[in-house]
């Protein structure tokens, strides 16, 4: 996997669990996962260009 690509995830995920606990049902974090995932993946390409 390209460092870029794991340093990302890897970042957007620990921001994401420190406010997991915030969202009270399973399915809001279901939910709040699955649209940081995709806003995640459409700003990494973005990012890389910059880089």
């Known amino acids: ?6 340093i990302f995830y890897a970042a ?3 921001l994401l669990s420190l ?6 049902t399973p399915a809001m974090r279901l ?3 699955a649209v ?3 806003a995640a993946a459409s700003l990494l390409p973005v990012l890389r ?3």
């Open 1 to 6: 996997m390209d460092p870029v690509a794991l």
């Open 12 to 14: 957007v995920c620990g």
């Open 19 to 24: 406010a997991a606990p915030g969202f009270k």
């Open 31 to 33: 939910i709040v996962g």
């Open 36 to 38: 940081v995932g995709v």
């Open 49 to 51: 260009g910059f880089l």
